[in-house]
């Protein structure tokens, strides 16, 4: 288990913290914890503000394919893939590579790019719809903190149980400094839990988790 950053090449987003906390109410964070439209697509106080296919991820999929030695007839799930662009674009560095997505949002999945239907599954990462040992890489970017505490350990786990080796990554908002928790805060709209590096640490051995990770710190 080892921290790494895989997503060292993805465009930096840009963050109008002062706009995002002045807009932020409870029915914002409503909204936007429904993960429809809005969030995905409506205007940026509720979420991406316009989420498009844009070949941005295809630099993140040559690294995760490089780190974990991923070749054709692999299998690799992505946890929280949203509209699948992560899971198109390993398929197009990879071609050959089996890869799947699930996400709670059925907008998103309705709004995937076309040539990955039958490869995106609606569901919860808490409890993945697969067997034992059914990937050769598990990926979950951004997702986990979406539950609170109980079923981001469960999710975990579940990841871990999913995945036959440890080619496991998963990315989850974290900080290092009381700044960077009030920057943090003053942007979140949809984590549910969060914390210090330690609080997370601690979280995945509590889930027996044996792969690697990242964290999301917004500045």
């Known amino acids: 288990m080892a921290e790494i950053d895989l997503l060292r090449s993805l465009p930096k987003s840009k963050r109008n913290i002062e706009k995002r906390q002045q807009g932020k109410d409870a029915n914002v964070v409503a909204t936007a914890k429904q993960f429809g439209e809005?969030?995905?697509?409506?205007?940026?106080?509720?979420?991406?503000?316009?989420?498009?296919?844009?070949?941005?991820?295809?630099?993140?999929?040559?690294?995760?394919?490089?780190?974990?030695?991923?070749?054709?007839?692999?299998?690799?799930?992505?946890?929280?893939?949203?509209?699948?662009?992560?899971?198109?674009?390993?398929?197009?560095?990879?071609?050959?590579?089996?890869?799947?997505?699930?996400?709670?949002?059925?907008?998103?999945?309705?709004?995937?790019?076309?040539?990955?239907?039958?490869?995106?599954?609606?569901?919860?990462?808490?409890?993945?719809?697969?067997?034992?040992?059914?990937?050769?890489?598990?990926?979950?970017?951004?997702?986990?903190?979406?539950?609170?505490?109980?079923?981001?350990?469960?999710?975990?786990?579940?990841?871990?149980?999913?995945?036959?080796?440890?080619k496991s990554f998963v990315v989850v908002d974290s900080f290092n400094t009381p700044k960077q928790k009030e920057t943090f805060e003053n942007w979140v709209l949809t984590a549910e839990f969060y914390g210090y590096p330690e609080a997370w640490f601690k979280l995945f051995d509590e889930a027996g988790y044996t792969g690697d990770w990242s964290w999301t710190i917004v500045e």
Request: with cysteine; hydrophobic share 35%; proline share 4%.
């Open 38 to 166: 809005m969030y995905w697509d409506g205007p940026r106080e509720y979420g991406y503000g316009g989420y498009h296919y844009d070949g941005r991820w295809r630099s993140v999929a040559r690294d995760i394919i490089d780190h974990y030695g991923l070749k054709s007839g692999m299998r690799v799930l992505d946890v929280g893939c949203g509209k699948g662009f992560l899971v198109k674009d390993l398929m197009l560095e990879c071609p050959g590579l089996e890869v799947f997505g699930l996400d709670i949002s059925l907008y998103a999945l309705q709004k995937a790019p076309e040539e990955l239907i039958g490869r995106l599954h609606l569901g919860s990462g808490d409890n993945l719809p697969f067997p034992d040992d059914s990937f050769d890489c598990v990926l979950s970017l951004n997702t986990i903190h979406n539950f609170k505490r109980a079923a981001a350990v469960k999710a975990i786990s579940e990841i871990q149980r999913a995945c036959k080796t440890n």
